[in-house]
């Protein structure tokens, strides 16, 4: 059973710039029951309209109200006149046009916020997910978790990739305290309650499973097969990957600055005893090199210094992140 409004032409030409509308996250009372599905689209002219024909064939099978929230992020080609040709046949469709490309995260993000029943379910737009696979999140999901992943047993990547993805995943999980769950990706089904946690973030560096994590500590997955992507290449490189692992350790954690405060204090230990070690050759010994005194000085005071930097830059990282309110999109259009 579909979502019951309706889109029309002239709907899916409704324009206005909306920053990080938050309507539907801060919507008092509970959500109804069914099922919102929100993908992120980027360079998806080929796969909507097959992804739209499996994900409704799914979703009508669970007999509850639903509704796929199509998110173009920004995408090059013509996937939003695509999203919006689909709309008038597809009313279960409400499209959301950003207005330049701010990142899966960020669009995912939005997707969640604009989500109208109470489980949410997000995946790519490639069809790497199989929509066929829904129902083994959402059985995982009544189980009693928050959130649940679909992990694929086996990754179609070379060595290279496949590790720098999964070094990424770890250290996503471990900002998160969800141990458990090592095998982190786009393709979750949650209850739509935990974006709460969250409703007033504003920082344009997202990491939603991060955020989610702020929500709830009750993570699951599931084991779900790889499929072939319909079309294009993925668009995470190397380097992407590399900016998304200093995101996560710059962004949501301290530990590299308290990793800074243990190295100074072991530099400052180490000088001290180097100078301890300069003291004792002196009048013991009766003669002291130089160099040797030289670099006990540099080792200790430097040290010193690095230790008070790591203090200052704990607090200049708390004051930018409660001070830095860019943005994490803005809505350019909508379906209706």
């Known amino acids: 059973m579909a979502a019951t409004d309706s889109a029309s032409p002239a709907a899916a030409s409704q324009s206005g710039l909306e920053p990080c509308s938050k309507d539907q996250s801060e919507q008092a009372g509970p959500l109804p029951r069914g099922y919102s599905l929100v993908v992120p689209v980027y360079r998806g002219r080929e796969t909507l309209p097959l ?5 409704e064939r799914v979703l009508s099978g669970l007999g509850s109200p639903y509704e796929l929230v199509l998110v173009n992020d920004g995408s090059p080609d013509d996937s939003w006149s695509v ?6 046949r597809h009313p279960a469709i409400r499209g959301i046009n950003l207005m330049r490309n701010y990142g899966q995260h960020n669009a995912t993000l939005c997707g969640v916020r604009q989500a109208r029943f109470d489980v949410t379910i997000t995946m790519d737009d490639d069809l790497q997910h199989a929509p066929e696979d829904i129902p083994l999140l959402l059985a995982k999901l009544s189980e009693g978790h928050d959130v649940v992943y679909g992990a694929w047993r086996e990754r179609k990547q070379g060595f290279g990739r496949a590790f720098f993805a999964a070094l990424t995943k770890r250290a996503i999980a ?8 090592r095998d982190i990706g786009a393709f979750r089904a949650l209850r739509t309650d935990v974006r709460r946690a969250f409703a007033s973030f504003d920082g344009d560096d997202v990491l939603l499973d991060v955020l989610l994590s702020w929500g709830t500590t009750r993570f699951a997955a599931v084991q779900v097969d790889e499929a072939e992507r319909a079309a294009g290449t993925s668009n995470y490189t190397f380097w992407k990957l590399a900016r998304i692992s200093l995101l996560v350790l710059t962004s949501y ?20 005893g180097a100078f301890v070690n300069v003291i004792y050759v002196y009048f013991w010994l009766g003669s002291v090199p130089g160099f040797s005194f030289l670099a006990a000085t540099i080792l200790m005071f430097g040290g010193v210094q690095l230790f008070a930097l790591g203090i ?6 708390r004051v930018f992140n409660r001070t830095a309110r860019r943005p994490p999109y803005t809505i350019g259009q909508t379906t209706r």
């Open 51 to 55: 992804l739209v024909e499996r994900v």
């Open 83 to 88: 999203i919006c040709q689909l709309a008038p």
């Open 174 to 181: 471990w900002v998160m305290g969800a141990g458990s769950v």
């Open 253 to 272: 954690t301290t530990a590299p600055l308290r990793l800074a405060n243990l190295i100074g204090l072991v530099f400052t230990l180490f000088g001290a």
């Open 312 to 317: 200052i830059g704990e607090y200049l990282a």
